[in-house]
């Protein structure tokens, strides 16, 4: 951990090389209206820059507003794809956003007090500001690479590896009490990787513990740190084609109560299920668009078990799809087989895990692959998602690879379809990205609406398949293991820029809420930016100048750092997830992997650090 107090000018900071052993601690008053403590990177010395000295005015404390600087020596622009050189992030402590982002060469940072008034709750409010210190905090990253946490929008927090023990005996031999810890260890391991944003889609068989376990995983204090956690409670499936299944009883629906999800017949039903699950505080809906419903063929004809059937009637998939979007919440569907996806994105399906079947390779036809690219927007061509965000493709990897390295043939063949699908899905169209905003001149990186990765161009035979986002079905593979997806992207021929940015920006464009799509989401963002962020365009005044801009700072409790904030990009109003990685990242597919996974040093969730020089920080509760 690292030791923020405001020294007096004959004290030091503790060496860096001490991490584990660093306490926080309440810094004592002082008059000055900012006072600075440096933290360096390890491996090199930490000093403490102009101290204050003590105030002997016997006047009540002021309060006291807690300020980051980072001094990033690269950063990674999620929307622009650009790794930018020299930059400055300003955090709030407390409201755990980002103020500002800047040049390291300019002047705008040093001016904390200007950044603030500049900051929505600061703007009209001089005689309050007065009454308040700062605290400023620099941190030294000049060797590191900063990026947006990372987001894996396909978890299972409540299942381990199945080399370990297989899916059915977790189910029906592990306690809820033993998953439900499980599931809190993964948590913590998963922040550790870097990865500040998780989507789980379905507790198999844990009934509804996602729910507590969000509450536990939520706020500036958590109960265990662990990342921020979007949830669906009970997958949904059909009747019969589910686990775990009885030797005994064949026709009966789970084991002792255990069932993997919830099963569901008629469109009646349907409706039904989608409503308790969203009542019970489901982020996401997760259905079961089709499966290998024919299990226990396996004995007379493993291709026919094997084979992945619908679930649904067309009317079930609507009868779901359109009652979770009434509701405001989003719809993840599992499925492989071409005619299930063309199903779900007529009927504007908001995302599609796997999809290993969607290139034909018998006859090379990429005619599924285009209307997925064309899906990205609701005038798409593809259906597109019911909030008017699109599509997202979740390929899940890491899972199909992991299971073939001991799943025998069929889990080899169903990799290979897996990979092909991918390796043609990336060549539809790279678009390299612009440079524009990269200069380490540029004072303020560009606006969300900039660079690539907003589109997915339309369904004709150019469209760029760019609507991914990273979710390796983690669970099926170690927890903490998370970046293997972006491993297999990047052995795959997928561009380092293009991974990253589908496991930051477009993590967020997946997982968010529907009042977050569409050309109303893209107003609601500005929105935030003005008010919890520094404007670019804002003129930043000496101190004690007068500021002519109307207050428009919002209600207390307005900044709701869980769900009202935007995350996955460095941006000013943004969500302060932050992950420092030593290594090159913009090199070769080994440099990646060995960047993501051994080189993870610095990891910050909604403002509070967790992770400093790769040692764990242990502040209970946040710093």
């Given amino acids: 951990m690292v030791d923020t107090r405001l020294y007096h000018s004959s004290e030091s900071p503790p060496s860096t ?13 002082f008059s000055a209206a900012t006072s600075n403590t440096t933290i360096n990177n390890p491996g ?9 000295t003590p105030s002997t005015n016997t006047a009540p404390p002021k309060k006291k507003r807690k300020i980051y600087q980072i001094l990033a020596g690269q950063l990674f622009d999620s929307i622009s794809r650009t790794l930018v050189p020299d930059q400055v992030i300003t955090v709030d402590q407390d409201a755990g956003v980002i103020l500002d982002v800047c040049a390291r060469g300019g002047v705008r940072w040093r001016n904390v007090r200007g950044l603030l008034r500049g900051f929505g709750r600061g703007r009209g409010h001089d005689e309050e500001q007065d009454q308040v210190d700062v605290e400023v905090t620099q941190v030294e990253m000049g060797s590191l690479v900063l990026l947006p946490g990372f987001v894996d929008v396909h978890v299972h927090l409540f299942l381990h590896p199945y080399t370990e023990a297989s899916w059915e005996d977790q189910l029906t031999k592990e306690s809820l009490a033993e998953r439900t810890v499980r599931a809190t260890v993964h948590a913590r391991r998963t922040l550790m990787a870097g990865f500040t944003t998780v989507r789980d889609l379905g507790t198999e068989g844990a009934f509804d513990a996602d729910i507590s376990l969000r509450k536990c995983l939520a706020g500036k204090n958590p109960l265990i740190p662990g990342p921020r956690y979007y949830c669906s409670t009970r997958a949904i499936i059909s009747s019969g084609s589910y686990g775990p299944r009885s030797s005994l009883y064949p026709a009966q629906e789970g084991i002792d109560g255990i069932k993997g999800a919830e099963p569901v017949d008629g469109v009646d039903a349907c409706v039904k299920e989608v409503r308790k699950q969203i009542g019970a505080g489901a982020d996401w809906i997760k259905i079961y668009a089709d499966y290998p419903i024919r299990t226990r063929l396996s004995p007379v004809s493993p291709s026919q078990s094997s084979r992945s059937l619908p679930t649904f009637s067309k009317p079930e998939l609507a009868a779901l799809i359109s009652t979770a979007h009434a509701r405001g919440v989003k719809v993840a569907a599992h499925a492989n087989t071409p005619g299930t996806i063309h199903a779900l994105l007529d009927l504007g399906v908001d995302s599609v895990e796997h999809g290993g079947e969607m290139y034909d390779k018998r006859n090379g036809d990429r005619g599924l692959l285009r209307r997925m690219a064309g899906a990205a927007n609701s005038e798409g061509g593809g259906g597109g998602g019911g909030g008017g965000g699109g599509t997202t493709w979740v390929p899940t990897l890491a899972a199909y690879y992991t299971s073939s390295l001991s799943g025998g043939e069929f889990a080899e063949r169903r990799w290979e379809r897996c990979r092909r699908t991918f390796e043609e899905a990336i060549k539809l169209r790279v678009h390299a990205p612009s440079d524009s905003g990269s200069g380490s001149s540029a004072d303020q990186a560009p606006t969300p609406t900039e660079g690539v990765g907003e589109g997915g161009g339309g369904a004709g035979g150019g469209a760029e398949m760019d609507n991914l986002a990273v979710g390796g079905d983690t669970g099926v593979f170690a927890h903490g293991e998370n970046a293997l997806e972006m491993v297999l992207m990047r052995r795959l021929g997928a561009e380092w820029r293009r991974v990253l940015g589908w496991a930051t920006y477009g993590g967020w464009k997946c997982v ?9 989401g893209e107003g609601v963002v500005r929105g935030v930016e003005r008010r919890f962020g520094v404007r670019p365009e804002a003129k930043l005044k000496e ?8 207050d428009t700072s919002p209600a207390e409790g307005e900044l709701e750092l869980e769900r009202g904030t935007p995350f996955g990009a460095i941006r000013a109003g943004w969500a302060a997830d932050l992950v420092g990685i030593e290594g090159t990242l913009d090199g070769t597919p080994e440099e990646f992997e060995d960047a993501l996974v051994r080189g993870v040093r610095f990891v910050m969730r909604g403002g509070v650090v967790f992770k400093f020089g790769g040692v764990e920080v242990s502040n209970s509760g946040g710093m």
């Fill in 44 to 52: 090199s010395s930490s000093t403490t820059s102009s101290t204050p």
């Fill in 17 to 29: 090389s001490t991490a584990q052993s660093w306490q926080w601690s309440q810094a004592p008053t």
């Fill in 543 to 550: 101190e004690g100048a007068e500021e002519e801009e109307e």
């Fill in 512 to 520: 968010r809420g529907m009042e977050w799509d569409g050309e109303g």
